[in-house]
């Protein structure tokens, strides 16, 4: 086990790729993040552009092993499609559950978004406000 870092960690470069991807935060990230920093009273914590090992995450609650990735489009290049399929396998592995939204349901919904990202923080719908039920499957990823 030594030299291995803890999940949570990036290598030196992955750190200093984070921290420039945060000041790149498109429109639907930046209004998703309102709504994450919206839970931390909750006891909820979520790091953007999180370094996980070699990859960098949107958003990742650590504590609950969460990511929530927001992506413009569907990918046009099979070859960015196999890197998040690899980085999404890797995460599962690591005991990480992964949701994945797309701009446009941010854009449009975003109140939905976030009872999909309850649902899977809390999945059992005593923790969620009376009338909204959770999603069916957020807790599976």
Same mark, same amino acid.
């Given at each position: 086990?030594?030299? *291995?870092?803890?999940?949570?960690?990036?290598?030196?470069?992955?750190?200093?790729?984070?921290?420039?991807l945060?000041?790149?935060?498109?429109?639907q990230?930046?209004?998703?993040?309102?709504?994450?920093?919206?839970?931390?009273?909750?006891?909820?914590?979520? *790091?953007?552009?999180?370094?996980?090992?070699?990859?960098?995450v949107?958003?990742?609650?650590?504590?609950?092993?969460?990511v929530?990735?927001?992506?413009?489009?569907?990918?046009?290049?099979?070859?960015?499609?196999?890197?998040?399929? *690899?980085?999404?396998?890797?995460? *599962?592995?690591?005991?990480?559950?992964?949701?994945r939204?797309?701009?446009?349901?941010?854009?449009?919904?975003?109140?939905?978004?976030?009872?999909?990202?309850?649902?899977?923080?809390?999945?059992?719908?005593?923790g969620?406000?009376?009338g909204h039920?959770?999603?069916?499957?957020?807790?599976?990823?």
């Open positions: 086990m030594a030299g *291995r870092r803890p999940v949570g960690w990036g290598d030196g470069v992955a750190n200093q790729n984070a921290r420039a945060r000041k790149q935060l498109t429109p990230e930046v209004k998703l993040w309102v709504k994450l920093r919206e839970l931390k009273p909750l006891g909820y914590h979520f *790091r953007r552009q999180a370094p996980i090992r070699n990859y960098i949107d958003f990742a609650s650590f504590r609950d092993r969460l929530i990735e927001v992506d413009g489009g569907q990918h046009g290049m099979e070859d960015g499609a196999r890197r998040d399929a *690899r980085r999404d396998a890797f995460l *599962r592995g690591e005991a990480f559950r992964v949701l939204f797309w701009n446009f349901e941010v854009d449009q919904n975003l109140e939905g978004v976030m009872q999909v990202v309850l649902s899977a923080l809390h999945p059992h719908p005593t969620l406000t009376a039920p959770p999603h069916a499957s957020a807790g599976e990823g």
